[in-house]
């Protein structure tokens, strides 16, 4: 039988550096796979992942925010974070992190690293009743489905706070979230092919989420939507609704009643 090589995923917006760290990965037996944000990495699933490495410095959902997450899915995948930064400012955010490395990084070091961790993994998977793959990272519900990609929920809205606790949220309903800060980061990406729904806040700098309703309509993409605002503006949500919306919500949202229309949706 041939002896399991560890996947190790990489998030990093450079293609240099993941180029080379996907070289270093693979000399040293490694299976490498990179990923340009962390919404391809969310989009792709962490199903069968051992090892994650990811900047701090990223468009659209930085390191932080992508070790939460993760933190949240699979408490149990080690999470390494490398910086170009000389300092970590934010000290309380570090934490959690099973090591930094500050560009340009010591090879050897991370190599070494690496290999520590997945010797620990290996010997606390020894000492468990084997389990099925599916239980590292799909939720509940797609675990009773017998299914291993989880649903994806694909968030658009200018407020981290509410990016983040609508992750929190629907992680919690067994979807897996995948945020974006504007329309235009959301059309820059390459997730509109992946099937999902969408839940977009209506007033936001640059393109609005209306706006964001006819660019899809336009181009055959008609992705189910759920709409966020701050405003109770009766004529938006007439017009949303008859472009096709799935619901029209006004902000703060109670958790059972948005839980309960993601899963309709």
Known sequence: MSKHKPIVAVVDDDPRLLESMEELLESAGYVARSFSSAQQLLICGLTGLDVLITDIGMPGMDGFELRDLVNRARP??????????????????????????RKPFDAHALLAAIGETCATMTRRTDMRVDQPLLWRSAPLS???????????????????????????????????????ASTRELLDSDV???????????????????????????????KPLIFLTEHGDIPMTVQAMKAGAVDFLTKPVRDQTFALIVVRT
């Open 142 to 180: 797609q675990q009773r489905k017998g299914e291993a990609d989880p649903v994806l929920v694909f968030i658009v809205d200018d407020d981290t706070s509410v990016r983040e606790a609508l992750s929190e949220l629907i992680l919690s309903a067994g979807f897996q979230p995948v945020s974006f």
């Open 76 to 101: 149990e995948l080690p999470v390494f974070l490398i910086t170009g930064r000389h300092e970590i400012v934010d000290q309380d955010r570090a934490k959690g992190m099973s090591g930094f490395f």
């Open 192 to 222: 509109l092919d992946s099937p999902g729904c969408l839940i977009v806040d209506v007033r936001m700098p640059g393109a609005s989420g209306l706006d964001l309703q006819r660019h899809l309509a336009q181009n055959g993409n008609p």
